[in-house]
């Protein structure tokens, strides 16, 4: 089974940017969903925040959408996130996930609990 490891969290001031890292460990294929969850302080649901689907298509959640990138790059098993225009409202430990097997559609109609390997995730703090 693959393992996935999150990198990149930070603190920012608001309009700020950060990328976060997904590394998996072995080969990804590319028939795999991938998603990006936020889990709020103090929560315990995690919310889809971005997807890239078997078609290598991205989506994003309405907060992220405009504001966020989700890319991937095969040749290093490494999936990205990129953060602009940050806010307050964004602060979270960022969690990357994968579905082991093809998937199509919006991360909007996903859950959580239909991702089936998940990183440790890293936490990303947006201050005023």
């Known amino acids: 089974q693959v393992q996935l490891v999150e990198s990149g969290g930070g603190s920012v001031q608001a309009g700020g940017s950060l990328r976060l890292s997904c590394a998996a460990s072995?080969?990804?294929?590319?028939?795999?969903?991938m998603g990006w969850f936020r889990q709020a302080p103090g929560m315990e649901q995690r919310d889809g925040v971005a997807m890239i689907d078997t078609d290598g298509d991205p989506t994003y959640s309405r907060a992220a959408e405009g504001r966020f990138t989700a890319t991937r790059d095969d040749t290093v098993n490494t999936f990205y996130l990129q953060l602009n225009n940050l806010r307050p409202g964004d602060t979270g430990t960022y969690y990357c996930?994968?579905?082991?097997?093809?998937?199509?559609?919006?991360?909007?109609?996903?859950?959580?609990?239909?991702?089936?390997?998940w990183g440790q995730g890293t936490q990303v703090t947006v201050s005023v």
């Open positions: 072995r080969s990804t294929y590319r028939w795999i969903c």
């Open positions: 996930a994968a579905i082991g097997r093809r998937c199509y559609g919006t991360i909007r109609n996903f859950r959580a609990d239909e991702f089936s390997t």
